[in-house]
């Protein structure tokens, strides 16, 4: 079983920066692929971006290309997102999910393990 737990949402104007970080307790957490998905009020879940098991591949949503960025450090067992120029749409409570061996797939379902989420709103 594996625990993920995500900090760093918050409160911020448009135009402003947030950094999200999900730690694992996975001892091998190298192996897992990592996604962040997010969900507005009354919306469904979204994909937002996502790395391979390897961190050979990266994905985005269209509309978070080029503002957000995700990466991990396996020596924390600790994934990030780093999200600039935050927009008023951007706000939702965001997810990290993780999936053994994965391909860092734009599916939720492929993801075994969640997060709990942290709140994310961007302010016009």
């Known amino acids: 079983q594996v625990q993920l737990v995500e900090s760093g949402g918050g409160l911020v104007q448009a135009g402003g920066s947030l950094g999200l970080s999900c730690a694992a307790s996975a001892r091998a957490f190298s192996t897992y692929a990592m996604g962040w998905f997010r969900q507005a009020p009354g919306k469904e879940r979204e994909f937002v971006a996502a790395?391979?098991?390897?961190?050979?591949?990266?994905d985005y949503a269209d509309s978070v290309k080029g503002r957000f960025t995700i990466s991990r450090a396996n020596n924390k067992n600790t994934g990030y997102l780093q999200m600039n120029s935050l927009k008023p749409e951007d706000t939702a409570v965001y997810y990290c999910?993780?999936?053994?061996?994965?391909?860092?797939?734009?599916?939720?379902?492929?993801?075994?393990?969640w997060g709990q989420g942290t709140q994310v709103t961007v302010s016009s």
């Open positions: 999910a993780a999936d053994h061996y994965g391909a860092g797939l734009r599916e939720g379902r492929y993801y075994e393990y």
């Open positions: 790395m391979s098991w390897n961190g050979g591949r990266t």
